[in-house]
């Protein structure tokens, strides 16, 4: 009898196993967790952009505007003329300094995408508050700085179609991580 | 009152049998001297009541490690430095893992965080904490180093362990695996990269290759058996097994499946090595194999000849540390130290060996060999490749120098 009983509850536990495997097998792949973001909502998330650019928001922003956009928000951290102080980092300057001791690696010399300063400076600038430049001064700030390190001319105005179309002098300066490049030598015996 | 009277019993029982193993001690070592300090210890508080249970604990008032804050002009950008010399064990305690915000650390109401999932993807989400706690979990422990870690090393030398090596810490990660939640979106053909961003006031963001996403990340909310930290990311952040601090993204408020790379300031203009030609290396996910001794490590003094404990940790992005090697002769010969198990992939290991130190100069080293049979490569190695212009990376082998008077100093400073 005792076997039967065995048998019996064996029987039951596979029972239970199986409806529990076709139990979850039945929620895959979805959890049913979570719900589909409203436009408004993925819109408040601000945007992201890449190097084509094409997350760019409309509005413009003039190198004349700039410079008193960066007078009034940047210049006490970065200096006037965007040369760098103890708060802030240097924006201007250092072309052909990357080969040497004292490298400086600015937007002028190092940042390879006009797009990235767009996207940096309207995440992460101010540095004491983020997030509240509008992105018409967004733009005149970013050309400012191209201004500055000659990149752009005094008389230009930046905006979504070309912005992505300005190519900088460090553009081809990135190569792909190539290591393991030393420490896989044999060891001496 | 029998507890009590059992108590002062086994009380009595232990200040006798301590007695005497120290007169046994004495005898042994046949040198009355060396008892100096060996006096009967009585309790100085008798019959006095400790504190009752506590609802948060704290560690003991009498210690005294902390984590070194990186003087910044804009500290809300800065680090602190986990205590590695203060050790034990490959388990860094939450409260002393290292730190690098950009932005500062935000104030995140669990119940008002929200987690977008969009992009290329075929269903786009929005998920509260409550609704990712509900998926299955795993926990798993790994270290997260940051990739300036060591950077000093380079051409400015730290005096001790902390200083050079205390941006890496381990710890037990729980959380959602991420290959499961881009299942549950449904990747888009085409797509080849995700786009972290963290809630911090900066929205710092990163760049991870899909392969990546879909092999090991985990979106971690718990962190050594509790919530993770609001220092560590509270309430959600990527752990990316293996790879630079900086694309852990803390306080994760966004996943965008993406067709490239998106360039972000944080993978262009910084953490990325700049070569003696010029070039500069993107992309150097991997933290390659490293190690350090923590003791004797720079700050600390030996007391005398006589038997010491080497002990350090070792760590490789790319899975299991395989062997550890000390070095107590400038690295004309390794002896193999003996490593903590289990040893986890991608975790850090603590390694000891038992030396004797005969009171004279000496170096101390240790180098990794990780399970690829990747070698830690020295100082010298790493420059000649790498040059002096890049802060990051930094793996070379540490050489700490013990003065004749005990005291154990960079060798390099």
Known sequence: ?189 | MKDRVQSNQSESFRRSSRRRFLKSSAVLAGVASACSDSQTVVDPNPGTLGVPASAYGQRSEFETSVRQITPSATPEAGASRTPLDDSFGVVTPSALHFERHHAGVPRIDPTQHRLLIHGMVERPLILTMEEIFRLPQVSRIHFIECSGNSGSEWSNPRPNAQGSHGMVGGSEWTGVPLSLLLSEVGVQNGARWIVGEGADACRMHRSIPMEKAIDDIILAYGQNGEAIRPEQGYPLRLVVPGWEGNTHIKWLRRLMVVDQAYMARDETSKYTDLMPDGTARQFTFTMEAKSVITFPAGGKRLDGPGIYQISGLAWSGRGLVESVEISTDGGRSWLEAQLQEPRHPIALTRFRLPWEWDGQEVTLQSRCIDETGYIQPSREQLIEVRGLNTRYHYNGIMIWKILADGSVENAYA
Request: net charge negative.
């Open chain 1, 1 to 189: 009898m005792p076997t039967r009983k065995a048998a019996a509850g064996f029987a039951g536990c596979v029972c239970v196993m199986v409806a529990a495997t076709l139990l979850l097998w039945g929620q895959l792949p979805g959890y049913g967790v979570g719900r589909p973001p409203t436009l408004e909502e993925i819109e408040s998330w601000d945007v992201i952009v890449g190097p084509e650019g094409k997350e760019l928001p409309p509005g413009e922003g003039a190198v004349m505007a700039g410079r008193e956009v960066f007078s009034l928000r940047c210049a006490e951290c970065h200096g006037s003329e965007g040369q760098g102080a103890d708060k802030g980092d240097a924006l201007v300057g250092g072309e052909g300094t990357l080969t040497g001791t004292r490298p400086l690696k600015t937007v002028g010399s190092y940042w390879p995408y006009a797009t990235t300063i767009w996207d940096y400076v309207n995440r992460a600038m101010p540095f004491d508050r983020p997030g509240t430049l509008t992105h018409d001064q967004v733009y005149a700030v970013v050309a400012f700085l191209l201004y500055l390190n000659g990149i752009i001319g005094e008389e230009e105005v930046m905006n979504a179609a070309n912005l992505p179309l300005v190519t900088m002098p460090n553009r081809n300066g990135f190569v792909p991580d190539p290591r393991p490049d030393l420490g896989e030598m044999d060891r001496a015996p």
